[in-house]
């Protein structure tokens, strides 16, 4: 089951390091100061714990704008679902 919830970003672990297109950072920065975060990021929830894969410069955007949450589409998923996104 999925659902779409706002969700502290200081509670979501992201795995696998990723280097982010600072100009597309920017951009999303000023779209979300405008109008708001348009498309939820993706998150595993396993066991009580969020582990995002992508929207990684949406979540950098978010970051950096000082927001407490951020939109996500949470799926919850076993430990094994999630050792296979760190394979």
């Known amino acids: 089951m999925v659902k779409i919830q706002e969700i502290p970003l200081n509670q979501i672990q992201r795995p696998l390091p ?11 920065m000023k779209s979300i100061a405008e109008i708001g975060q348009q498309e939820p990021i993706e998150v595993l929830e396993v066991d009580g ?10 979540y950098e955007a978010c970051q950096r704008l000082g927001k407490e949450t951020i939109l996500a589409r949470v799926r919850k998923a076993t430990p094994s679902v999630l050792k296979m996104h760190l394979a």
Request: proline content about 0%.
């Open 18 to 28: 990723r280097q982010n297109d600072q100009k597309k950072v920017q951009e999303l």
């Open 49 to 58: 714990r969020y582990y995002g894969f992508s929207g990684c410069h949406r």
